[in-house]
């Protein structure tokens, strides 16, 4: 038997159905577990929490999974804000410790 080298093989696994299929499912955990960190008690509505959802799709470089957030206080909820009165609320980091319980690796951009 002779092995040939397919040069396409890596373009070709970037946008197959399975990656994508297995990106999704990944995205999916991610998702589930930010939902279970997020809080929801008396002065939340919700929002934030019911807005996490998995998703995979095509992009120029092949299929990426991602997880959603769309609810529009994200950013502050992820990354921390100053009120007002000049206090800083830490971010509560909702969505990296979530990739980091799914073992995944996350880079700050």
Do not use: C
């Not at 999704?24 to 939340?44: F, G």
């Not at 800083?88 to 990739?99: D, E, F, M, Q």
């Amino acid at each position: 038997m002779r092995y040939r080298r397919n040069p396409a093989l890596a373009q070709q696994l970037r946008r197959s159905p399975d990656t994508a299929a297995a990106l999704l499912a990944k995205a999916n955990d991610v998702a589930d577990e930010a939902q279970s960190i997020a809080r929801r008690d008396a002065y939340d509505t919700g929002a934030y929490h019911d807005s996490i959802a998995g998703a995979a799709g095509a992009a120029s470089e092949g299929v990426i999974g991602r997880v959603n957030v769309t609810d529009f206080k994200a950013h502050w909820i992820e990354r921390g804000y100053t009120r007002q009165d000049g206090v800083h609320v830490p971010g509560k980091n909702i969505l990296r410790r979530a990739a980091d319980a799914a073992g995944l690796t996350t880079e700050r951009r």
